[in-house]
């Protein structure tokens, strides 16, 4: 089993910075894919970037240019570093990870833009 815990989340303004970090415990060694989705209310979770244990990254193409993720595979930590906020990127931001036995997910934070 995986347990994701997420930190980072908080209110900042349209224009402003905020940075994501996921920490992954218990059995971790065969994670591959790990990333962040984040929920709007009455909108579907959708992805917004993920990071493969190899390094090859994928976005969202909403926030191309202005989020970065990154992954510290040896202290297992995935980051999401939120640059040029918009409002529309307000959320519930959530960690994802998955190996051969499933899936697993953070528990949220939220992200607030407000302009």
């Known amino acids: 089993q995986v347990q994701l815990v997420e930190s980072g989340g908080g209110l900042v303004q349209a224009g402003g910075s905020l940075r994501l970090s996921c920490t992954a415990s218990?059995?971790?060694?065969?994670?591959?894919?790990m990333g962040w989705y984040r929920q709007a209310p009455g909108k579907p979770r959708e992805l917004v970037a993920d990071?493969?244990?190899?390094?090859?990254?994928n976005y969202v193409d909403s926030v191309k240019g202005r989020f970065t993720i990154s992954r510290d595979t040896a202290k297992n930590i995935v980051r999401l570093q939120m640059n040029s906020l918009k409002p529309e990127d307000t959320a519930v931001y959530y960690c994802?990870?998955?190996?051969?036995?499933?899936?697993?997910w953070g528990q949220g934070t939220q992200v607030t833009v407000f302009s």
């Open positions: 994802n990870a998955d190996d051969r036995g499933g899936e697993y």
């Open positions: 990071i493969a244990r190899g390094g090859s990254t």
């Open positions: 218990g059995t971790t060694l065969s994670l591959n894919f």
